[in-house]
């Protein structure tokens, strides 16, 4: 099992920069990637950005490429996202997500973080 804490969230204006962090514990050894995803009212979740445990490469959906950043630490125990430029279309709640050595889907999450951008 792994556990996943999302922090970092929080209502900014458009234009404003946030990052986001999450704790990872238990057995992250096992730990093949991580991600994070977003769901906005009313909208299916979706992914974000992803990053290998090794470090490289890393993922990142359209809209968010170049505004975006994920990263994590050396063992794997944490994984942030620096989001720069936001605007009203990236509000959502932001899920840190983790994906094990041969599984095909992400199989754990966080219980997410609120990220609000107002024009």
């Known amino acids: 099992q792994v556990q996943l804490v999302e922090s970092g969230g929080g209502s900014v204006k458009a234009g404003d920069s946030l990052r986001l962090s999450c704790a990872a514990s238990?057995?992250?050894?096992?730990?093949?990637?991580l991600g994070w995803f977003r769901q906005a009212p009313g909208k299916e979740r979706e992914f974000v950005a992803a990053?290998?445990?090794?470090?490289?490469?890393?993922y990142a959906t359209d809209s968010v490429r170049g505004r975006f950043t994920i990263s994590r630490n050396k063992v794997n125990t944490a994984v942030y996202l620096q989001m720069n430029n936001l605007g009203p279309e990236d509000t959502a709640i932001y899920y840190c997500?983790?994906?094990?050595?041969?599984?095909?889907?992400?199989?754990?999450w966080g219980q997410g973080t609120q990220v609000t951008v107002s024009s």
């Open positions: 990053i290998r445990s090794s470090g490289h490469p890393t």
């Open positions: 238990g057995r992250t050894v096992y730990t093949a990637a």
């Open positions: 997500a983790a994906k094990a050595y041969g599984a095909d889907t992400w199989g754990y």
